[in-house]
């Protein structure tokens, strides 16, 4: 029921795979960090593992770069067993929350010196920096130490450091989480930007998901050291796998309902307040069964009068202006809330004070039924 899904999307497979997990598991004593973990980073992809603290994202990324060792299953990295190889034989490079950059050495030397340590020659060396510190926009501070540079630009640094000995891939740890919002912006950019230029595949650990939904060709969502959901960013919004996806990436409202009756493409819920709600859902649901619907606060809008068709009538209790939006909190009963985002322009409802009814019109599509 719902929309078409490849067996590519429901594996979370990409075509020409740079990294393969399978039943990846890690425990330190007897906590479990990782669980079972499977799935596959296509080459040249922008691949992003999002999650809360603790979920195992980052773990999963320092198995892959060598430095933990798996309790159980094997990582592939281009068609190669890496299990047994040392961090320094992978041909992977790691950019580190804190930068890690030399403080006594300059955005060249930085740069430059694990190319030393691989043994490359000066000749190569100059050239191959002289590219990094273009590709990076850095080129106007190569004798600079990172103590006279900004946030970004240590942030620039450190890419560039990374990228230097042409890794295949690229685990970036959190990279952006220092920096203030409009730095964080403005990386976002550079970074899609470099991984375009460079053809690295980037796979990039956050609990940001602005910066995940914007980077990304696909998104792992991760809790408690599983994976609940893989895809494109948009599929991940749009059609959650389940309650924790749709609460965890961006906002949404997560009412608890029942099916009574199933259609081809519909199906028809009851909400505890006894008002009936057209959902769809990507896994099969039988007649009588409890789970949740999801409801995007912007896929919903607020109307004086009764719209035609299916709508929900309510009561304002809360406006808040937050510039682009107002968001809209409405009673639908005693224990149903909604939050409702309309954007300010010239044709949206801006003055809608606390106690005012209204009905709340749902776009088409948008009610989605999640089973757990």
């Known amino acids: 029921m719902g929309r078409a ?7 979370g497979a990409a075509p020409a795979a740079a990294i393969v997990l399978r039943q990846v598991s890690k425990t330190f004593g007897d906590f479990t960090a990782l669980s079972a973990v499977n799935f596959e980073i296509g080459d040249n992809e922008f691949f992003t593992l999002l999650g809360p603290s603790g979920c195992g994202k980052t773990t999963l ?3 892959i770069a060598g430095f933990e060792d798996t309790t159980g ?17 992978r041909p992977v490079n790691t950019v580190f929350q804190n930068y890690a950059l030399f403080p006594h050495m300059t955005v060249w030397e930085n740069i430059s010196f694990g190319l030393q340590m691989l043994g490359w020659t000066r000749k190569d060396i100059d050239r191959r920096v002289g590219e990094m ?19 970004g630009q ?13 890794p295949r891939v690229l685990l970036l740890d959190e990279p952006l989480s220092a920096l203030d919002l409009k730095l964080r912006q403005e990386m976002r950019t550079e970074l899609k930007r470099l991984q375009r230029e460079t053809g690295i595949t980037f ?3 956050t609990h940001d998901q602005g910066e995940a939904l914007s980077l990304s060709d696909r998104i792992a969502v991760m809790s408690a050291g599983e994976i609940q959901q893989i895809g494109p960013p948009s599929d991940i919004y749009e059609y959650p796998a389940n309650r924790f996806v749709a609460g965890f990436i961006g906002e949404t409202n997560l009412i608890g309902a029942k099916v009574t009756a199933v259609g081809k493409d519909v199906l028809t819920c009851e909400l505890s307040d006894g008002e009936i709600v057209h959902a769809r859902s990507d896994a099969p649901v039988s007649e009588g069964r409890a789970g949740s619907i999801s409801l995007r606060p912007e896929h919903l809008t607020l109307s004086w009068e009764k719209p035609v068709g299916e709508s929900l009538r309510g009561e304002i209790l809360e406006v808040t202006y937050l510039g682009t939006d107002m968001q809209y909190r409405v009673r639908l009963s005693d224990r149903l809330h909604l939050d409702v985002r309309h954007q300010n322009k010239n044709n949206a409802i801006v003055a809608i004070n606390p106690g005012a009814p209204v009905y709340i019109s749902i776009a088409d599509n948008a009610a989605r039924f999640l089973v757990r």
């Open 5 to 11: 899904i490849s067996m590519q999307a429901l594996s």
């Open 61 to 63: 990324l320092r198995l």
């Open 73 to 89: 299953g094997t990582i592939h990295l281009y068609g190669e067993e890496i299990g047994n190889l040392p961090p320094n034989k």
């Open 133 to 151: 510190v273009l590709m990076v926009k850095l080129d106007q501070f190569a004798d600079r130490k990172p103590s006279r540079m900004s946030g």
């Open 154 to 166: 240590q942030q620039r640094v450190a890419l560039a450091r990374a990228m230097a000995p042409r």
């Open 203 to 205: 796979i990039f650990v």
